[in-house]
């Protein structure tokens, strides 16, 4: 009988970032831009006999195919 194994992770993100332009004739005001990014991860593995192991992990969005990981695992 397989084994599940499920796992899910957030990695969040505080990002801060002040830029401002000054020439000789005119100074211009100050861009702040104050952001927050949540990354979360998703994973499911499967464990079917001692040897053999199947994880299917994804990193970013669960709609996409292109962010899912699929490994498959023998151990000699």
């Given at each position: 009988m397989p084994t599940l194994?499920?796992?899910?992770?957030?990695?969040?993100k505080l990002l801060y970032?002040?830029?401002?332009?000054?020439?000789e004739w005119?100074?211009?005001p100050d861009?702040?831009?104050k952001r927050i990014d949540l990354n979360y991860s998703f994973g499911l593995g499967f464990n079917f006999n001692?040897?053999?192991f199947l994880d299917i992990?994804?990193?970013?969005?669960?709609?996409y195919l292109r962010d899912w990981?699929?490994?498959i695992?023998?151990?000699f």
């Open positions: 194994i499920m796992r899910a992770g957030l990695n969040p970032e002040r830029s401002g332009l000054r020439t005119r100074t211009f861009i702040i831009n001692r040897k053999l992990y994804n990193s970013w969005n669960l709609a990981i699929v490994q695992k023998y151990r």
